[in-house]
């Protein structure tokens, strides 16, 4: 099965408030303290619907598992298998995230928003840094509206600090549902104006330690 966290689904934020003038060296480098997380670049939008598609399987996968949390049951048994490498090419479609959140880390960043952050939770203490699945992103007020109108049509919350989104769920199952949603809506995203961020951050990322 898929956990399902114990968390109320709130929309705390303001639009006005968001972080502004984020630069390709802001976000190459890192502007909060989530210094763990890899820049996911600006990949395409088939790139997202390939993570997405990788994601689906396991979420399958797990919803049909007996085990309390089917997906690190799942992932578990694929890390066990022979030579390894189905584990690894699973995890690189998934950029390297956590099964459940990379879809939406992958869709957020396609449609040119800030991804600073993502756990897929657990329900064991001190498996994962979140207590339930949360992806943290800055986008800018146009893209903010629209990703606000699908965070609610997919029972995702928002909360909002210093200026940043968290996008929280019960269940990954509402964070792959609002990757999906975002994606369809990529010929409106595409309509909106690059953020200046976008422009030279590839060149960034490629001189930034460990990329």
């Known amino acids: 099965m898929i956990p399902t966290f114990d968390v109320e689904i709130e929309y705390n ?51 049909e598992s007996e085990a309390l949390d089917g997906i690190e049951a799942v992932l578990n048994e694929l890390s066990d298998s022979v030579d390894g490498v189905d584990y690894a090419e699973f995890n690189q479609s998934l950029h390297w995230n956590d099964a459940g959140v990379a879809g ?11 991804t600073f952050y993502s756990c897929s939770g657990s329900l064991e203490r001190g498996r994962h840094h979140a207590r339930y699945p949360m992806v943290g ?17 997919a029972e995702c919350g928002i909360r909002q600090h210093e200026g ?37 951050l590839e060149e960034k990322l490629e001189g930034a330690e460990g990329y």
Do not use: N
Request: overall charge negative.
């Open 13 to 63: 934020y303001e639009i006005t408030q968001l972080l502004t003038g984020l630069t390709a060296a802001d976000v190459a480098t890192g502007f909060t303290d989530h210094h763990e997380y890899r820049c996911l670049g600006v990949p395409t939008w088939d790139e997202a619907a390939e993570c997405l598609d990788s994601e689906e399987i396991v979420l399958g996968q797990a919803a």
């Open 104 to 114: 939406l880390s992958c869709a957020l960043s396609a449609a040119r928003a800030v």
């Open 137 to 153: 992103v800055v986008p800018d007020a146009e893209r903010a509206e629209l990703i606000a109108e699908l965070a609610r049509r």
């Open 164 to 200: 940043c989104w968290y996008l929280y769920s019960k269940s990954v199952t509402d964070m792959h549902a609002l990757a999906r949603q975002i994606v369809e809506q990529r010929g409106v995203f595409d309509m909106m104006p690059a953020p200046q961020w976008v422009f030279g």
